[in-house]
């Protein structure tokens, strides 16, 4: 029973009893009766609440599966260049002027100086001298002292500034004739190897030896046929790091030495299933690949597939533009960016 309902049986049966001494006027007292008789009357005619029975189903327990992407571990896996890049023919033509410019503003050469008079060397330089008409041997036919000095600009494309044709005449000048009680010979000059290699002639993109001036990357063809950098899923708290270590020993073999370039990824690609995978006994549903590529390079030795770990069929060193034929173009857009123009 609330406070304000007993006061206001107090008040009323004070009403019932008044009292000379009471405090409430008569007016206050008949309003009081009113509310009061009001209030008994709406109490006394409502009825009980009927009970409802109310259907409560069966609560079942549902277990709800856990949605996530599988990480995973790439290696970029690169050589790097051997040699020094190819010349454009701009860049030619203007290395050969600053050295026929140099030739110009250098002192003449001084012969007694370097040769002896009438000896086999004074003999052979004034023969090499009358062909090339300088000192110098890698020029071309040029006399600096001429009438002609000027005129010492080539065009784009001009065969003297080739470097093949720069080494040629290098080795032809080295070449000495002897005369060991016989007819003149001239002495053999070891010649430095071409640019181009065997592997480049036949097209061997599984060597090493293949585009010298050029980065080479490592892509591996997997069981369904596709083509990328070698990659596997993580085990357990395992780093990037130690997971591109592993996966380089589990797809290449232990031939190669290798290191890894730092502890933060250069790329990653994702990549999203048709349809969610569930493994069997897993509670978590897979929407897909998240795969984060680390940078190695490769110091020595080659791949080898041979007993691999992840199903992979087949191996290439890439140049970037190769690369690119080769794999998705989704997977393409993703890993553009990490590699070399060079």
């Not at 090499?128 to 010492?152: M, Q, S």
């Amino acid at each position: 029973m609330s406070r304000g309902y007993s006061k206001s049986r107090r008040l009323v049966s004070q009403l019932n009893r008044p009292s000379p001494d009471s405090d409430i006027c008569g007016s206050c007292l008949l309003t009081l009766r009113r509310r009061y008789a009001t209030a008994t009357a709406a109490a006394a005619s409502s009825p009980e609440p009927i009970p409802i029975a109310q259907h409560i189903p069966p609560v079942t327990t549902v277990t709800a599966l856990h949605q996530a992407y599988q990480i995973k571990a790439g290696v970029v896996l690169s050589r790097p260049p051997i040699l020094t890049r190819d010349l454009h023919p701009f860049e030619k033509a203007f290395y050969l002027y600053q050295r026929r410019l140099n030739e110009r503003l250098a002192l003449p050469f001084t012969r007694y100086f370097y040769y002896q008079k009438d000896t086999p060397a004074d003999i052979d330089w004034k023969k090499k001298i009358k062909e090339r008409l300088t000192a110098a041997r890698d020029i071309g036919v040029y006399n600096a002292y001429g009438k002609e000095g000027w005129n010492d600009e080539l065009l784009v494309g001009a065969k003297e500034s080739e470097p093949e044709v720069q080494v040629e005449a290098l080795l032809k000048d080295a070449e000495v004739e002897t005369e060991d009680e016989g007819p003149v010979k001239k002495a053999k000059v070891e010649k430095p190897m071409p640019r181009v290699t065997e592997a480049d002639a036949t097209g061997d993109m599984r060597s090493l030896n293949r585009l010298m001036a050029r980065t080479l990357y490592l892509v591996v063809k997997g069981s369904e046929g596709g083509w990328g950098f070698p990659s596997g899923v993580l085990m357990g708290k395992e780093s990037l790091q130690r997971g591109a270590e592993r996966l380089l020993v589990q797809a290449a073999g232990v031939n190669m030495n290798t290191w890894i370039v730092g502890h933060a990824p250069v790329g990653h690609h994702n990549l999203k299933y048709p349809k969610p995978r569930l493994e069997e006994g897993s509670e978590i549903q897979q929407l897909g690949e998240k795969i984060f590529f680390m940078k190695a390079r490769i110091m020595g030795g080659q791949a080898n597939l041979k007993d691999n770990k992840l199903g992979l069929a087949e191996f290439k060193w890439l140049a970037k533009e190769e690369l690119e034929k080769e794999v998705h173009p989704h997977y393409w857009s993703s890993v553009k960016n990490m590699l070399v123009e060079r």
